[in-house]
């Protein structure tokens, strides 16, 4: 039995997704997980202002915050340094390190790589340090040359981490809970290589229950509609788009009440709002297409349920430069207008669509096998060579 150490952060949901998943699937292994969320452990309270401060930008300010991703996120800007931050904050994190004494210690948010990476380089974390780079862009903040391995949603991205950093990369696919993986794929294993015997809660393909469960009447196609865990961006203007082309938004507001009684009252029974869902599975199984503004989490959960995406209206730093990513790499379609987006839901809505057949095909390729056996197997390889 391996012990693993899992640094995320609370930053919205998707980073603490794919850490419980990876401590998921690595403790119905044999092994042993402890997922840390980085930002309760900072000192000085400095992970709760990071986390307020980054969701007051996005819904208030979000011009501040792509000057702030420009700055220190992007390569381009060298000259702004996060290292006195790090070197700040290294000892409380190497003191959890040495009470854990994990055997292999896994980042999956950018600000731990740079403190693992850290460590490592210093010699005060002596077991593997493995970073699971969740973004379709490898920014600056992903990079530290002390990390032994960079495992990747794309092998564009892993391309982008060795070409920066000269460390070995690779790029097994993203993670994702089993639920969302599209169970017709592959004799129901897409992406894991072993079954598991757990009941299945949304192996159900037809949306009957979801319709009648918002009271959607007719036979509109469902559109989601993504705002990540803090209902940021433009969702208003998003749901406005579409709402008379023959489609029935479903707006996923997270944790922005306010957001949510907005759409509410604007729309009525025409779209639906919603606040934070647990049954996502479910609500992706039922959708003909998501609309996402970040190219987060959702839009990977996305890409594994078969359901096509389209990135409308960006939010600013990652969201535009993960969405241009997406784009490039042909697993979604970008609509820089409110025509040009109901022309895609138009044609993406239609089951013969060629379109709609060929991003479905495309993001489901990037599912080439289980990310965490292939953690599994290079801690196996680094901890032979470490000793």
Do not use: K
């Not at 036979?219 to 433009?234: D, H, K, M």
């Amino acid at each position: 039995m391996r012990r693993y150490l899992i640094f995320s952060a609370g930053m919205g949901g998707g980073h603490l997704d794919v850490a419980r998943e990876v401590a998921r699937r690595l403790t119905d292994g044999g092994d042993a997980a402890m997922v840390v969320d980085l930002l309760r452990v900072l000192p000085w309270r400095i992970g709760g202002l990071l986390r307020s401060g980054y969701s007051a930008m996005l819904r208030r300010a979000p011009w501040m915050y792509d000057a702030i991703y420009r700055g220190f996120f992007v390569s381009r800007a060298a000259r702004m340094n996060i290292d006195p931050f790090v070197t700040a904050i290294l000892p409380t994190i190497a003191r959890l390190i040495a009470d854990a004494a994990p055997d292999a210690v896994v980042s999956v948010f950018h600000l731990a790589a740079q403190i693992v990476g850290r460590l490592r380089t210093e010699g005060v974390l002596t077991v593997p340090a493995v970073v699971g780079l969740t973004d379709f862009v490898a920014h600056r903040l992903w990079l530290h040359p002390g990390n032994d391995l960079y495992l990747c949603v794309h092998p564009s991205v892993a391309e982008e981490v060795e070409r920066s950093l000269g460390v070995p990369a690779g790029a097994p696919g993203p993670v994702v809970p089993r639920e969302f993986l599209d169970r017709s794929l592959d004799g129901g294993r897409l992406g894991c290589e072993e079954e598991d015997d757990r009941p299945r809660r949304w192996a159900a393909t037809d949306d009957t229950d979801v319709r009648d469960l918002f009271g959607v009447a007719g036979e509109r196609p469902l559109v989601l509609i993504s705002s990540g865990a803090w209902g940021s961006g433009e969702l208003l203007v998003t749901a406005e788009a579409i709402c008379d082309s023959g489609v029935h938004p479903v707006v996923l507001c997270g944790r922005n009440n306010e957001l949510r009684e907005v759409l509410r009252r604007r729309f009525g029974g025409t779209a639906t709002a919603l606040g934070w869902r647990e049954d996502l599975p479910r609500l992706m199984r039922a959708a003909s297409v998501l609309v996402d503004n970040a190219a987060g989490q959702t839009a990977v959960q996305a890409l594994a349920a078969g359901v096509p995406v389209v990135a409308y209206r960006p939010i600013p730093g990652h969201g535009r430069d993960g969405v241009r990513r997406m784009q490039e790499l042909g697993l979604s379609r970008y609509a820089a207008s409110a025509s040009e987006l109901r022309s895609l839901l138009v044609e993406l809505t239609q089951p013969t669509s060629t379109l709609r057949a060929d991003l479905v095909s495309r993001g489901r390729a990037i599912f080439v096998a289980d990310p965490v056996r292939a953690l599994s197997d290079a801690v196996s390889r680094l901890s032979i060579v470490a000793a």
